[in-house]
C-alpha cells in the first residue's frame, strides 16, 4: 500500500530529476533589451511510462487527476462548509487578495510611463521689477501682472526598454501575488481540514473514554469488596485506582483539547473563539472521515505546475530579472520630448487672444557620463537579488518534492497502520465476548471480563487515532499536490 515517489519505475535519481528541472527552468535563451531573458515555469515531466509505473501494483492509487475540492471526498458536510466558510471570511485570505490588488495598482501605474503625460495650468503672477527691466527710464521700479493659462506634454522614448522591464517586474510581482493568494487558500483549507478531523477523532475518543472510567469504576469496586471480604491482598485495588486516575486524566485532557481545536476552527474560519461551539460541541453524527478507497494523484510533474508556492517563487525570479533589465537602462542615454502651448499677456483678456499664443517644442538627450559607479553598484545589487530568487526557487522546487514525497510515504504506510488497529480491535473485541461468556458461566471472575472490556475500548481508541492520522496524511497529500485554490481546468 505504499505509496511514494520511489515507485517511479525507471525514474532517474531524485537528484537528477530536480537538476534537470532547475536546468531547464533557469536557462537563459538569448537577451531582452538590455538584460537577459527569462525564459519561464519549467516542464519537467517524468513521461507517460514512468507515471504509469508510479501506480503500478497500489490500489490506493489512481493516476486520475486530482479533484481541487479534495475535501468533498471525504463526505462530510460540515467539514465543506467550514473550509468554504474560512476561504470565504479568513482574515489571511482578505490580506493576500488586498496584496493582489496592491500589485496589480503598481502594474498600472508602471504601464503609465509608455505614454506621454498632459498637464494644464494657469497663473497670474504679479511682477515687480526695477524700471529699467522693461524699458523705462532708469530710475524707480515698476510693476505689472501676467495672466496665464498653459498646457505642457512630456514623452521619454522608451529607447533601451527599461520601461518596459519595470513593467514585466510589476507584472511578474502581481502573478507571485495572485500565487501567494492561492497559497495561502491551500494552507488554510489544509489547516481547517486538520483541526477538524483532529476535533472529530477526540470527541470518538473521549466517548470511549468515559464508558472506559465506567469500566474503571467497577474494577475498582470489585477489587475493593475482594480486599474487603480479605479474599485479595491491597495491591489490585491500588493498580485498579490508578488505572481510573490514568482515565480521569486521559479525559480531561481530551476535553481541553475539544475546547482548543473548536475554538481554533473559529479564527481559521474568520470568527471569534466560541462561535462554532453550539455547532462542534457534540459528537458528529457521521463517522470520523476517512479518505476514499482509491485516492487520484495524477501526475506527480504537474506538482510543479499546481503548487502556488513554486510559481510564486517562480515569478519573483522572473521579475529579478527584469530588475536587472531596468537598472542596466537606468545608466544609458535617455531620449524625451517636451510640448509647451501657452496663452496669455497683461491683460485678462489675452488668455482668450489666439495671438498671443506661445508655443516651444524642447527634444532632449541626457546621459549620466559619470556617477561615481553608482549604476554599476545597483545592477551588481540587481544581480545578486536575483541570484538570491533563483536560490530560493530551487529550494522551493526541492521542498515541494520532498513534502510529496514525505506525504505520499506516510500515507501509503499509514493504511497499513490503520488496517492493523482494525484488526487489533477485532481481535480484542472477540476476546472481550468470549471473557464475558465465560464469566457469565462462572469459570471467571468478573473483573476479567471487565479488564477484557477495557482493553476492547483502548483497541477502539487506538484504531479511532489510527484513522485520524490517516485522513491527516491524506489531507498532507492534497497540500503536497498543491490543491484547494482554485477549481481543476
Known amino acids: 500500500m505504499h505509496t511514494s515517489f520511489r515507485r517511479l519505475a525507471h525514474r532517474p535519481p531524485a537528484t537528477t530529476l530536480v537538476a534537470t528541472t532547475l536546468l531547464a527552468s533557469l536557462a537563459l535563451a538569448g537577451c531582452t533589451t538590455v538584460g537577459p531573458k527569462y525564459t519561464g515555469a519549467p516542464d519537467a515531466a517524468p513521461g507517460a511510462a514512468a507515471r504509469s509505473a508510479f501506480l503500478r501494483g497500489d490500489a490506493s492509487a489512481t493516476p486520475a487527476a486530482p479533484a481541487a475540492r479534495w475535501w468533498d471526498a471525504l463526505h462530510d458536510p460540515v467539514l465543506s462548509g467550514l473550509i468554504e466558510q474560512g476561504l470565504a471570511r ?3 485570505i482578505a490580506a493576500a487578495n488586498a496584496r ?3 500589485a496589480r495598482a503598481g502594474l498600472a501605474a508602471n504601464k503609465t510611463a509608455l505614454v506621454p503625460t498632459l498637464n494644464v495650468s494657469g497663473a497670474v503672477p504679479y511682477i515687480n521689477v526695477p524700471a529699467d527691466i522693461l524699458g523705462g527710464d532708469n530710475t524707480g521700479r515698476t510693476d505689472t501682472t501676467i495672466y496665464n493659462v498653459g498646457f505642457d506634454s512630456s514623452w521619454e522614448l522608451d529607447l533601451f526598454g527599461g520601461t518596459r522591464s519595470k513593467i ?9 501575488a495572485q500565487a501567494s493568494a492561492d497559497d495561502a487558500r491551500v494552507t488554510l483549507s489544509a489547516e481547517i481540514a486538520r483541526a477538524y478531523v483532529s476535533l ?6 473521549l466517548a470511549l473514554q468515559d464508558q472506559q472510567a465506567a469500566v474503571d469504576a467497577q474494577l475498582v469496586d470489585l477489587a475493593q469488596q475482594r480486599l474487603q471480604r480479605g479474599t485479595a491482598p491491597e495491591q489490585p485495588l491500588a493498580q485498579a485506582r490508578g488505572q481510573a486516575a490514568q482515565t480521569e486524566g486521559d479525559r480531561a485532557k481530551t476535553r481541553a483539547d475539544i475546547t482548543v481545536l473548536i475554538d481554533q476552527l473559529a479564527v481559521l474560519t474568520g470568527q471569534e473563539p466560541g ?10 453524527p457521521l463517522p470520523l472521515p476517512l479518505p476514499p478507497a482509491s485516492v487520484a494523484v495524477g501526475d506527480p510533474a504537474s506538482l510543479l505546475r ?5 510559481r510564486m517563487a517562480e515569478r519573483q525570479l522572473a521579475a529579478a530579472n527584469a530588475d536587472i533589465g531596468a537598472q542596466i537602462a537606468a545608466g544609458l542615454p535617455k531620449i524625451s520630448f517636451m510640448g509647451l502651448l501657452g496663452l496669455g499677456g497683461t491683460s485678462i483678456g489675452d488668455v482668450v487672444d489666439p495671438g498671443k499664443i506661445i508655443g516651444l517644442a524642447l527634444p532632449q538627450i541626457r546621459w549620466n557620463l559619470f556617477d561615481g559607479g553608482r549604476n554599476k553598484a545597483q545592477v551588481t545589487n540587481k544581480r545578486e537579488a536575483y541570484a538570491e530568487a533563483e536560490a530560493k526557487y530551487r529550494n522551493t522546487v526541492l521542498t515541494a518534492l520532498q513534502d510529496a514525497e514525505g506525504a505520499l510515504t506516510r500515507f501509503g504506510s499509514q493504511r497499513q497502520v490503520y488496517g492493523k488497529a482494525l484488526d487489533t480491535q477485532v481481535q480484542t473485541t472477540r476476546a472481550q465476548a468470549l471473557q464475558q461468556q465465560r464469566a457469565d458461566a462462572g469459570t471467571v471472575g468478573q473483573s476479567d471480563a471487565l479488564t477484557a472490556r477495557r482493553q476492547q475500548l483502548q483497541a477502539q481508541q487506538a484504531a479511532a487515532a489510527a ?10 497529500v492534497e497540500k503536497a499536490l498543491g490543491l484547494g485554490w482554485q477549481a481543476p481546468a
Open 200 to 205: 472529530r477523532a477526540r470527541q470518538a475518543v
Open 168 to 176: 514585466t517586474a510589476a507584472g511578474a510581482r502581481a502573478e507571485a
Open 275 to 284: 462561535a462554532l461551539d453550539a455547532t462542534l460541541a457534540s459528537p458528529a
Open 100 to 102: 493582489i490588488a496592491q
Open 90 to 92: 479568513s482574515p489571511n
Open 467 to 476: 484513522a485520524a492520522e490517516l485522513t491527516t496524511d491524506f489531507i498532507a
Open 306 to 310: 499546481n503548487r502556488p508556492d513554486i
